[in-house]
């Protein structure tokens, strides 16, 4: 496997298991009852709208990041300076 398939993978692999455990982390326990003996899967299958927030919100920030290194590196100066009046005008 070259370097870049196996960075690839990696980074999949890695988006998998963000989102389980976004997916833990955002089911709602309060639907499940604590003396309940059956649940139903109505109560185990319940998302919590904050989970697309989320996965929204982390999306953008990887987009932007990803791009902010582009635009720094397409600078004629790169200073920190000169970073920072384009990141203002932005």
């Keep these: 496997m070259s370097s870049l398939t196996w960075t ?5 692999l890695a988006d998998v298991i963000m989102i389980v455990v976004i997916f833990a982390a955002t089911q709602d326990p309060s639907t499940i009852q604590q003396n309940q003996e059956h649940i139903s899967t109505s109560d185990v299958f319940h998302l919590n709208t904050s989970l697309f927030i989320g996965i ?18 397409s600078l004629k100066v790169q200073s920190l300076e000169n970073w920072k009046k384009v990141a203002h005008i932005s």
Excluded at 8 to 12: H, I, K, T, Y
Excluded at 58 to 73: D, G, K, P
């Design 56 to 73: 929204g919100a982390m999306s953008f920030a990887f987009v932007c990041q990803h791009n902010s290194f582009i635009i720094f590196r």
């Design 8 to 12: 690839s993978f990696l980074s999949v």
